[in-house]
């Protein structure tokens, strides 16, 4: 009796193995990535090409990537474009990977001189009071995303790509209370599931967000913009709010973190769970770093109260407000 066996590919392109677990996009940008690696290395050692370097002088060209690096370093690059030249060089030419210590080196010195920043945390008071603005201008659908960004923890490219059939409300899996979001193209998907799912049990949120979904078509996206189109009505909200724009659409998984760490004692592994990390390291750092962080009280006392006055508003919101007669959101105002 034979194994079970993946149902073989109507057509196999050479170029998809080639490329690895890498996506289009990042593939895209490494090429060009070594293009301009290519264009350095010529100017610097004529009559030698990247391949004769990795197949004959692998000293020599661990030698030259750690100048490159320096190069790019000195130049204003970021640390993430050297760190993917070095990617796409080891996946060029998978026998230099254990030879080049001396580049990767400098990245780490690079690292320790400009350590990596978290984007900040978006406090629930300033989260509640931008969705009671949404909700006032009619936004029904972007505040959705907001709550879901921030209770559910999604990345923003996890929260634009979701449709309605990725959201399982009460009536689809009889359980009270309680939302499922499967992420159909998770961050992780290469070291962890491929498919995930997330669990978002605040009552009256869950109530709300039910009530907003129950009339979407299941192939409907809950967003049918593009992120940028969100970024600009987050950014207009918080100019309404705050007269500046500290938030990113990144923020919003920070911020439930932040929320959520505190609302359940610091219990670490339960957000390791609910949040998806792979490394209980990492998210204790993150976490540490997002605690030391007092978004709230850099806020003038003005914008504090303004942002109290509306949030407190924000259970009445979700009450009171009703679907359009057409199930439709308002364009912006």
């Not at 993430?80 to 996946?91: G, H, I, K, Y």
């Not at 900040?120 to 972007?142: D, G, N, Y």
């Not at 962080?293 to 303004?306: L, S």
């Not at 949030?311 to 359009?324: E, H, K, N, T, V």
């Amino acid at each position: 009796m034979t194994a079970p066996r993946p149902p073989q590919p109507v057509h196999r392109d050479r170029d998809l193995i080639v490329r690895g677990r890498v996506t289009e996009q990042t593939q895209s940008i490494r090429r060009d990535l070594l293009t301009r690696l290519t264009a350095w290395l010529a100017e610097q050692v004529p009559g030698e090409t990247l391949e004769e370097l990795a197949r004959h002088h692998i000293d020599r060209l661990s030698e030259l990537l750690e100048e490159y690096m320096i190069h790019m370093y000195v130049s204003g690059h970021n640390r993430r474009s050297a760190a993917e030249t070095l990617n796409v060089v080891t996946q060029q030419y998978g026998w230099v990977r254990f030879c080049l210590a001396a580049p990767w080196g400098v990245l780490r010195t690079w690292e320790n001189l400009e350590p990596v920043t978290h984007h900040p945390p978006i406090p629930q008071a300033v989260l509640h009071a931008c969705v009671a603005t949404a909700l006032s201008w009619k936004w029904e659908r972007f505040a959705v995303l907001l709550l879901l960004g921030f209770y559910a923890l999604l990345r923003p490219s996890e929260l634009i790509m979701l449709r309605r059939r990725d959201i399982s409300i009460p009536g689809d899996h009889l359980e009270t209370g309680v939302l499922y979001i499967r992420i159909g193209l998770p961050k992780t998907r290469n070291q962890a599931a491929r498919n995930q799912h997330v669990r978002m049990d605040e009552a009256d949120v869950v109530m709300w967000v039910t009530q907003i979904l129950t009339l979407v078509p299941m192939w409907s996206r809950i967003w049918s913009g593009s992120l940028s189109s969100f970024k600009l009505r987050f950014d207009r909200i918080q100019r309404h709010l705050l007269q500046s724009k500290p938030f990113l659409p990144s923020s919003l998984r920070p911020g439930g973190a932040t929320f959520l760490f505190r609302l359940w004692d610091e219990n670490l592994p339960r957000l390791q769970w609910r949040g998806r990390w792979r490394s209980f390291r990492m998210l204790e750092i993150y976490v540490q770093e997002l605690g030391a962080a007092e978004v709230w009280i850099r806020f003038p006392p003005k914008i504090r109260a303004k942002v109290f006055l509306l949030g407190s508003l924000f259970s009445q919101l979700l009450i009171a407000s009703r679907l359009p007669a057409d199930g439709a959101e308002c364009s912006s105002k």
